[in-house]
Structure formats: structure tokens, C-alpha cells
């Protein structure tokens, strides 16, 4: 069985979370420009930014996945719950565990910082994404997410 290792990213990742930023951009069919992805990278260095992102590699130490995440204020709990902005792994990683690795990840996270929950949204087309959060959620929750766009 693989083993793999997942860490808040650092400057040395830029390369390889560039490509996996990259890859993400291309599956919700965003186009990335350098300019974006230097000012979303400089967030996740930046450790006075909510922020934050996890890379997971291989035995190999080749990096396979990103997910982005930040405390989100929930006012009818009064505390903060996790929020995953982004989650990516490659193609061909999927199904071998990385993911999986992730998810532990921002679980062990979780209970470190107190979070009760972890909230992420993906696209109604995303079935095989569904599917692996599915195994972790039971479902889809009862939200419906609205987006007033400007300008």
C-alpha cells in the first residue's frame, strides 16, 4: 500500500503547486494566468493570510494533490469551521489514496484548531469528486449557494 506525506506548502513547492493549481484551473475550465496564481501562492506563504495550503506526496516525494483551506466564521455556532476553497489531485493519482491522505489531513487539522466541521462546494458535474466526498459526508448537504456577481 502507498504511503504518503501531506504538508502546509512552502516556498520550495511553488513548481509543483503551480502545475497542480494549474491542473485544478483547467477541470473547472479557468483559464490561470501567472498573475493570479503569484498572488493566490503569496496568500499561502503569507502567514498573517486565513490561507493555507496542503500538498500531498508520494513515497516518491512527487507531488500529487493540493487543497486550500481557511477558518470560516459560522455565526449560529459562534466558532470557526474549516473551509476547503480548492481541492485537486492528479489524474493519475486518483483512486490511489491521496485524497484520502488529504482528507485526514484537514481532519487531524480540524480537531488541532477546533473546527466542529469542514465545508467545501463543487460543481453539480464534478460526479466523480462527489463521489469521494460522498464517502466522507453521506451526501451533499441541504445548502443551496447563490452568487451575486459584480461588475
Not at 486550500?68 to 493519475?92: K, N
Not at 469521494?132 to 451526501?139: A, E, H, L, S, W
Request: proline letters at 4%; aromatic letters at 14%; glycine letters at 10%.
Amino acid at each position: 500500500m502507498a504511503t504518503y506525506n501531506v504538508s502546509f506548502v512552502s516556498a520550495h513547492d511553488k513548481p509543483e503547486w503551480r502545475a497542480l493549481f494549474g491542473g485544478y484551473a483547467d477541470f473547472y475550465q479557468t483559464a490561470m494566468t501567472d498573475e493570479v496564481a503569484d498572488q493566490v501562492w503569496g496568500w499561502l506563504l503569507d502567514p498573517e493570510h486565513v490561507f493555507e495550503g496542503l500538498i500531498v506526496r508520494d513515497e516518491y516525494k512527487q507531488a500529487l494533490g493540493i487543497a486550500h483551506v481557511r477558518a470560516c466564521p459560522r455565526s449560529l455556532s459562534g466558532c470557526d469551521i474549516g473551509f476547503v476553497d480548492d481541492m485537486f489531485i492528479t489524474p493519475q493519482a486518483r483512486g490511489s489514496g491521496a485524497a484520502d491522505a488529504l482528507v485526514a489531513r484537514l481532519q487531524s487539522l480540524a480537531e488541532e484548531r477546533g473546527w466542529p466541521s469542514i465545508r467545501w462546494i463543487t460543481q453539480h458535474y464534478n460526479e466523480r469528486g462527489r463521489a469521494f466526498y460522498d464517502r466522507y459526508t453521506g451526501g451533499p448537504s441541504d445548502f443551496i449557494m447563490y452568487q451575486l456577481t459584480l461588475g
